[in-house]
C-alpha cells in the first residue's frame, strides 16, 4: 500500500517550457488535490477533483490545467512555466472523512 | 469565508518544555480541524483532527489539541518537546459541502533546543 505517490521528485525547466506532474493514489478515495506550497504561505490549491470525471478551481488556478485520469490519477499540467511557478508541488487524497492525504511532493524550478 | 491563523511562525522550546502552537479560525459553520506536521524534505502528515466529537483531542507522538468554540481555536499542546518534534506544524480547516478541501494557515516552524 503506497498510499500517494508523486513524479518526478525533482525537475527544472525553463522559462516557456511545458510539463505534466503525475500523481497516483491507492487508497480507493474519491477526492484528490494539487496544492503548492511557497515559504511563508502555507499550502495554496490550485485545483480538486471532487469525483472521478470531475476537476475545479481552486485558489490559484492560473496557468496550471489537470486531468482526473481515472480514480487512481490526477495529473497537474504547467503548459508554459514562468519563474512564478517555482514551488513544491504536492498532490493529496481524501475519502469520506474530510483528512487528506499527502504525496512526498515534486520540487520544481524555472529559470 | 473561512480562514485560518497561526501565531508565530517561529517557535523555539527546550528539550522537555511545553510546546503550545496556536490556531485560531474563522467560520460561521461548525469546522472539522486539523493538525499536520511537515519534516524537511517530506509531505504533510496527519496529527490529529477534530470531527464535532469530543474536544479534547489526543494524536500522534504525544500531541493534543483542544477545540474552543468560545474562542474559535485549536491550538496544538506537547507537554514535554523532543528534539524530534522540531518540524513545520501546519493547522487546517474543512467545511462539510465542500468536497473536504482544506484551507491551511501559513505554518509554524518549532525549533527544540538542548
Same mark, same amino acid.
Given at each position: 500500500?503506497?498510499?500517494? @505517490?508523486?513524479?518526478?521528485?525533482?525537475?527544472?525547466?525553463? @522559462?516557456?517550457?511545458?510539463?505534466?506532474?503525475?500523481?497516483?493514489? /491507492?487508497?480507493?478515495?474519491?477526492?484528490? $488535490?494539487?496544492?503548492?506550497? /511557497?515559504?511563508?504561505?502555507?499550502?495554496?490549491?490550485? $485545483?480538486? =477533483?471532487?469525483?472521478?470525471?470531475?476537476? /475545479?478551481?481552486?485558489?490559484?488556478?492560473?496557468?496550471?490545467?489537470?486531468?482526473?485520469?481515472?480514480?487512481?490519477?490526477?495529473?497537474?499540467?504547467?503548459?508554459?512555466?514562468?519563474?512564478?511557478?517555482? =514551488?513544491? $508541488?504536492?498532490?493529496? =487524497?481524501?475519502?469520506?472523512? $474530510?483528512?487528506?492525504?499527502?504525496?512526498?511532493? @515534486?520540487?520544481?524550478?524555472? @529559470? | !469565508?473561512?480562514?485560518?491563523?497561526?501565531?508565530?511562525?517561529?517557535?523555539?522550546?527546550?528539550?522537555? !518544555?511545553?510546546? &503550545?502552537?496556536?490556531?485560531? #479560525?474563522?467560520?460561521?459553520?461548525?469546522? #472539522?480541524?486539523?493538525? #499536520?506536521?511537515? #519534516?524537511?524534505?517530506?509531505?504533510?502528515? &496527519?496529527?490529529?483532527?477534530?470531527?464535532?466529537?469530543?474536544?479534547?483531542?489526543?494524536?500522534?507522538?504525544?500531541?493534543? !489539541?483542544?477545540?474552543?468554540?468560545?474562542?474559535?481555536?485549536?491550538?496544538?499542546?506537547?507537554?514535554?518537546?523532543?528534539?524530534?518534534?522540531? !518540524?513545520?506544524?501546519?493547522?487546517?480547516?474543512?467545511?462539510?459541502?465542500?468536497?473536504?478541501?482544506?484551507?491551511?494557515?501559513?505554518?509554524?516552524?518549532?525549533?527544540?533546543? &538542548?
Amino acid at each position: 500500500n503506497a498510499g500517494v @505517490t508523486q513524479t518526478p521528485k525533482f525537475q527544472v525547466l525553463k @522559462t516557456g517550457q511545458s510539463m505534466t506532474l503525475q500523481c497516483a493514489q /491507492d487508497m480507493n478515495h474519491n477526492s484528490m $488535490y494539487w496544492y503548492r506550497q /511557497d515559504p511563508g504561505m502555507g499550502l495554496r490549491l490550485i $485545483y480538486y =477533483s471532487a469525483s472521478e470525471g470531475t476537476t /475545479d478551481k481552486g485558489e490559484v488556478p492560473n496557468g496550471y490545467n489537470v486531468s482526473r485520469l481515472n480514480k487512481r490519477e490526477f495529473s497537474l499540467r504547467l503548459e508554459s512555466a514562468a519563474p512564478s511557478q517555482t =514551488s513544491v $508541488y504536492f498532490c493529496a =487524497s481524501s475519502g469520506l472523512v $474530510y483528512e487528506q492525504y499527502f504525496g512526498p511532493g @515534486t520540487r520544481l524550478t524555472v @529559470t | !469565508a473561512q480562514s485560518v491563523t497561526q501565531l508565530g511562525s517561529h517557535v523555539s522550546v527546550s528539550e522537555g !518544555a511545553l510546546v &503550545l502552537l496556536r490556531c485560531n #479560525y474563522s467560520s460561521s459553520v461548525p469546522p #472539522y480541524l486539523f493538525w #499536520y506536521v511537515q #519534516y524537511p524534505n517530506q509531505g504533510l502528515q &496527519l496529527l490529529l483532527k477534530y470531527t464535532s466529537a469530543a474536544t479534547l483531542v489526543k494524536g500522534i507522538n504525544g500531541f493534543e !489539541a483542544e477545540f474552543k468554540k468560545s474562542e474559535t481555536s485549536f491550538h496544538l499542546t506537547k507537554p514535554s518537546a523532543h528534539m524530534s518534534d522540531a !518540524a513545520e506544524y501546519f493547522c487546517a480547516v474543512s467545511f462539510t459541502g465542500t468536497a473536504s478541501k482544506l484551507t491551511f494557515g501559513t505554518g509554524t516552524r518549532l525549533q527544540v533546543t &538542548l
